[in-house]
């Protein structure tokens, strides 16, 4: 956790430094923001006692006693016109602190943000697949915020009613030390209040949000899974189910209204209470002569100011506990170091030949069931190979291995004859081209999908892409072809269009290795034919692995590698196996009755 704080204390302190310059500015708007609230009683004070009752003026101002005396009307209206004054000079100051408090807790936000989701960006695999992902929603968006919102109001916002209480304070004392001591009688019960709702809000903040980040999960999940959920009509269950999370964000939010309640009231009550004190104590001094009645009357103006500041104040607790809890989130993430990091003197994969050796590969999630059981076989450059087997045999736990999404527990991986530890991971996964049985699109234009492949992909590159994927012809009848945005995860296509796509991206890569997972899964005849020759063409020269159930698909291999259990059971050419392996013979068999039947029936 240290290490958690001391990475978001780095990103706010370099921060409020690049910021020292609106600070000062700030800081000085505070001085006259407090300055102002403390000077607007005394106008009143001076038309009461000295022009009015014609007491002595204080000593700096002596030299206006005489035309006080003399022009008691335009002495008044010249006194009263001071409130006009220092109002503006409070407009002024406050619309300049807001300003300025504001922009740097936007560009607080905005850097934590960044900061977050770039950290996001580098964690590992596993961390994001135990990883619920409205949770993560949740603090870069609304926990950042909470921060921004804090730090704008509360930054110098405190200050201001800090300075202002002091001050106060302090000329209170000055005026009459026995009426401060009764105002400040109050302060221990106003503490206590503020100490009990800091505490009560912040567990109640707690839960918030992470009720919030379920909540978002939970939405997430349905929405992108909208498809399911209407086909089993389960709408109304997951209405109850969604229903019962936001429930508990109700209760506590709830909660929290009545803490800040109960707490404001509680304020007013004390406050009420101390003004009442002075005006009494006050009133009878005044009568005694002890005091002058506008002195009173400061007191009186000072301890209903006192309201104002205190009740800001235990405002501001509020906000306070939610960036307490906020800021404590978002350093959790901050804490989470990735997985994989290159090593100190790491290398860029750069013009690979393709050549890949898995030299006694393990691989286990820590649990100490192995995925993968001492595998090892050699892929050549140029050569395509097949991953044959059942689920959970280990097939794309090798491509995760290959793209450093997961570190082997043991052996050796090599491409090209240099561990692919000495790579540097971006590097690898650059000379790696990929596509997948869940084609993943962008909700972006057709142009932007294509070019994902390749940074600054030209206009002919991306064309010759997609017409090398068979997928020109189909982009060229959408309402805006290649500036066509598509859907969520390209939902306005069919399947065998988004997997041309898939392909036309891995085109535009041209890297030395190409992954292909299942590409034909799901598709219609025709879309398989597309995408066939789409592959087919995709795949020359490089080195390919391919992971398919289909043995037709599997047959065009150079080689086949038949995994069980986590390990090689079999590999061979696919005459080999048909030949020598019962299994891959129980396939074939299994094929052919399939497609016997399915000529049958048509």
């Known amino acids: 956790m240290k290490k958690s704080q001391s990475r978001f204390k780095q990103i706010v ?18 001085l006259c923001l407090a300055g102002a609230d403390l000077m607007k009683p005394w106008a009143l004070k001076i038309i009461v006692d000295n022009i009015l009752l014609s007491h002595p003026l204080p000593p700096l101002l002596s030299s206006f006693a005489e035309s006080f005396e003399r022009e008691k009307t335009f002495s008044v209206v010249l006194v009263a016109s001071t409130v006009i004054l ?19 807790g936007f560009h607080l936000a905005h850097k934590l943000r960044r900061a977050l989701f770039t ?3 580098r964690l ?28 704008s109001e509360f930054a110098l916002g405190f200050a201001t009613e ?21 105002v400040l009688a109050v302060f221990p019960v106003l503490g206590v209040i503020s100490f009990y709702r800091f505490h009560a809000i ?13 909540i978002a999960s939970k939405l997430h999940e349905i929405l992108d899974s909208i498809l399911v959920v209407k086909a089993f009509g389960r709408e109304r269950y997951e209405e109850i189910r969604f229903e019962s999370q936001s429930e508990v964000i109700l209760g506590e939010s709830i909660r929290t209204a009545r803490l800040e309640a109960a707490s404001s009231r509680a304020v007013d009550i004390v406050t009420a209470i101390g003004t009442f004190a002075v005006l009494v104590f006050g009133s009878l001094q005044a009568l005694d002569g002890a005091i002058l009645p506008g002195s009173v009357l400061v007191f009186a103006a000072y301890m209903n100011s006192l309201n104002a500041p205190i009740r800001s104040l235990a405002k501001l607790s509020a906000k306070i506990s939610r960036a307490w809890v906020s800021a404590h989130r978002v350093s959790e993430i901050l804490a989470i170091q990735p997985e994989i990091e290159d ?18 590969v393990s691989f286990d999630y820590g649990d100490d069931r192995p995925i993968l059981d001492d595998v090892s076989f050699t892929i050549r450059p140029g050569e395509k190979v097949a991953l044959l087997g059942m689920s959970g045999a280990g097939k794309s736990t090798i491509i995760s291995l290959i793209l450093r999404f997961y570190e082997s527990t043991g052996g050796e991986i090599c491409v090209d004859g240099i561990d692919i530890k000495s790579y540097k991971s971006d590097s690898l996964r650059g000379q790696v081209g990929i596509v997948l049985q869940d084609t993943i699109l962008f909700g972006a234009t057709v142009r932007e999908n294509i070019a994902y492949g390749k940074e600054n992909a030209g206009d002919d590159e991306i064309i010759l892409a997609a017409k090398a994927a068979n997928a020109h012809e189909f982009i060229v009848k959408l309402d805006k072809g290649y500036d066509t945005v598509l859907g969520s995860r390209g939902g306005n296509l069919s399947g065998g269009q988004r997997q041309r796509l898939s392909i036309a991206r891995a085109f535009i890569r041209n890297s030395p290795i190409l992954i292909m997972d299942e590409p034909m899964t799901g598709l219609d005849v025709e879309s398989e034919r597309a995408v066939s020759d789409a592959m087919q063409r995709l795949s020359a020269g490089k080195t390919c692995l391919l992971i398919t159930h289909d043995l037709q698909l599997a047959a065009s291999a150079d080689w086949i590698l038949m995994l069980e259990n986590g390990r090689i059971a079999d590999q061979g050419r696919h005459e080999d196996l048909a030949s020598r392996n019962p299994d891959y013979k129980q396939l074939l068999s299994y094929k052919r009755h399939v497609l016997d039947a399915s000529t049958t029936v048509n």
Not at 127 to 143: A, I, M, N, Y
Not at 162 to 179: P, Y
């Open 119 to 121: 950290h996001l960006q």
């Open 343 to 360: 090593t100190p003197g790491a290398i860029s994969a750069t013009d690979l030949q393709g050549e890949i050796v898995f030299q006694n």
């Open 202 to 214: 912040r567990e109640s903040a707690r839960k918030q949000r992470k009720a919030e980040g379920r």
């Open 124 to 151: 590992s695999i596993s961390f994001h697949k135990r990883s619920e992902t409205g949770e993560l929603l949740t603090k870069v968006t609304t926990d950042t915020n909470n921060l921004r919102d804090v730090f």
């Open 162 to 182: 800090f300075v202002t209480l002091i001050g106060m304070i302090l000329i209170m004392f000055l005026v009459n030390w026995r009426l401060s001591l009764i």
């Open 13 to 30: 302190a370099t921060h409020l430094l690049e910021q020292k310059w609106n600070f000062v500015i700030a800081v000085f708007c505070t």
């Open 86 to 104: 220092i109002s503006l000079v409070k407009g002024v100051a406050t619309y300049s602190q807001v300003f300025i408090t504001s922009r740097i």
